[in-house]
Structure formats: structure tokens, C-alpha cells
């Protein structure tokens, strides 16, 4: 009961502010006001454990939830499609970015002591922003949050608080053109399962972002 006031609480507070926060958004991406979607997020749980990659990128491994239940919620025309970290069996399902394998290569960092350590977080918003790669565009959905923990994490190895000077995030899925197309996921109409081939091609360390670095 307590715990559901306090988050119906932040939930005001955040929407109280989103005009302000959207006014003053960078040219980057997009707030998005979708109540029902923060509401969702809000409940989940909020942390993960920090892992890497055989190739050294570092992320926290979160709940699979924050895509299954949450992407269907999204109010948006065309095609709702899951990040191939989710839909590939060797993908690393939801996640938070912590640190690129290039950032460690580049300042000498070849042990993390803090694996397998529970990091948490606070959902900020929902985002939206356009990936370009390729020669092709991708509008991306994303949850902004805020981990302190995180920052001081990358401090302690001497490096910038925020990835790219970005808000920590977890990546939902893409928008794209086309017919919306339901498997097994009730009456959320506008999710859409995309194939492992059709994901790899924007797979880079895990994060998408990576390619855009003018993103979120």
C-alpha cells in the first residue's frame, strides 16, 4: 500500500514536470507522454546484477519484464519491434549499458571487481529517438533512468559519470512502418515480433545506442 503511494507519487511529479522536461529535451530524442507506460515501469523491479559480455562490454542484466509487459503498452501507429538483445536466444535480454569494451581497451581497465553485483536504478521517463546506420533510420523507444550507483561505478574507474555523457536507459524496441501484428500477447495490437536476422543487423556490443552517438 505505501509502496504504491510513493509510486503514485513520483508518478506526479513526473508528469507534473513533463512539459518542462520536453521544452528543454535535447534536439536528440523525445519525452513521450504515456501515462499507463510509466505506471507499468514504475512497479517493476528496479535493479539488476552487473555482468560482461565475453568481448568486455558491462551492463546490468534486468528483468525481461521491462520489454515483455512493457513494449505492448506503448501507444504507437505502425510496428512495435522488440531489440534483438531480446528476441536472439544468445542476445542479453533487458539491460542497462554501463561501459563499452572500447572505454575499457582505451583506459587500461581489464578487471571489474563489482560483477554479479546488484546495481539499482529509478525509472525517469520514456523516451523516443531516431537511430541512424547504414544509410537506414530506426525511431527507437527507450525508459530513461537514473542510477547513481552507476555513475560513481564508472567514476571509480576513472571515467565519465554517463556513457557518452547520456542518461542510463533500457532499450524497448523500434518503430517501424506497417501493419501492427499480434503473437500470443492479448489485445496490445501494435507489438510485433521481429526475427533474429532482422535484428542483427543494428546489434552492436549489446546497445544500439552505440551507433547514434548523439543519442539518449
Known sequence: MFKSLIQKTYLIIILSVFSFSFSHAKDDYRVESQVIVLEKALQMEPFGLLKQKENGYLYVDVSNDFIAEILPLIEAPGKLVPPSDYTNKKGIGAHISVIYEQELIENEIWHIQELE??????????RTVKLNKNGKT?????????????????????????????D?????????????????????????LISEEDGDEWDNSGDELSVYPAAA
Open 117 to 126: 553485483h546488484v546495481f539499482t536504478f529509478q525509472v525517469k521517463e520514456l
Open 138 to 166: 530506426k525511431k527507437l523507444w527507450l525508459l530513461a533512468v537514473d542510477a547513481p550507483d552507476l555513475e560513481n561505478l564508472r567514476l571509480s574507474y576513472g571515467l565519465a559519470p554517463k556513457l557518452k555523457g547520456h
Open 168 to 192: 542510463f536507459h533500457i532499450t524497448l524496441g523500434y518503430q517501424i512502418p506497417g501493419n501492427a501484428c499480434i503473437y500470443g500477447l492479448g489485445e496490445h495490437s501494435n507489438y510485433w
